[in-house]
């Protein structure tokens, strides 16, 4: 059993289109983040819900727009992709209660957009 | 919001003790220590966290020196499979926030 689950796990695409990543966590985790890790595999948040409530928005461009149904998912849509989009972007998901929240990430979509 | 150094990279030979230093020397007083790694751009995968007292588990022991300004990831017995990027982050206070460095990648030499 996958604890944190991403489809697809690669995705080529062509400038200008719309896509989307899902994500599926069965920790029973309240909490759920997007990351993006660039070619140079600087990791970096993106977003975080939780129990479906956004609270964190880093500078992305609002072309990115996470949308989360309900605690055990969280997808990401992305309008009009760029080249610079390109990068594994990663799910995780956490307990929000508890000094620990300690994060269990998804393994990975490699989005590359030509 | 606190931030932390590693060095870019190291080698360990395999079976020794691998000694992954970190410094955080903005920490303040409520901030975890959390070290994760990344195999081979896989999703970064937890090994252990600490707020001031040493921590051991299964997988690594960490030292936090007393004044928290940096810690040290010690893996005991190096394996071929440890070799990974390994990051030493502090979560943000108040927040479900990590910053993630640039880590240092191991390589664990047979």
């Known amino acids: 059993d996958t604890a944190v689950s991403q489809t697809p796990k690669y995705l080529v695409t062509q400038m200008g289109n719309d896509k989307s990543i899902k994500c599926e966590q069965n920790l029973g985790h309240d909490t759920m983040y997007w990351y993006k890790q660039d070619s140079k595999k600087f990791l970096k948040i993106m977003f975080s819900y939780n129990n479906k409530e956004l609270i964190i928005n880093e500078t992305v461009p609002n072309r990115f727009s996470p949308k989360s149904p309900d605690k055990a998912h969280l997808n990401l849509h992305i309008n009009s992709l760029e080249l610079g989009d390109s990068a594994v972007y990663f799910c995780?998901?956490?307990?929000?209660?508890?000094?620990?929240?300690?994060?269990?990430f998804g393994p990975g979509t490699r989005l590359t957009v030509l | 919001d606190a931030k932390t150094t590693q060095p870019t990279s190291m080698d360990c030979a395999e079976g020794r003790a691998a000694n992954l230093p970190c410094n955080h020397s903005t920490i303040s007083g409520n901030e975890y220590v959390y070290w994760y790694r990344q195999i081979h751009s896989q999703g970064p995968q937890y090994i252990i966290h600490g707020l001031k007292n040493n921590e051991t588990n299964e997988m690594a022991s960490l030292i936090i020196t007393e004044d928290r300004k940096s810690s040290t990831l010690i893996l005991p017995h190096a394996t071929l499979r440890d070799t990974a990027v390994y990051y030493c982050?502090?979560?943000?206070?108040?927040?479900?926030?990590?910053?993630f460095g640039t880590g240092t990648r191991l390589k664990v030499l047979a």
């Open positions: 995780a998901s956490a307990a929000a209660s508890g000094s620990r929240n300690t994060q269990y």
């Open positions: 982050i502090v979560r943000v206070s108040g927040t479900y926030k990590y910053i």
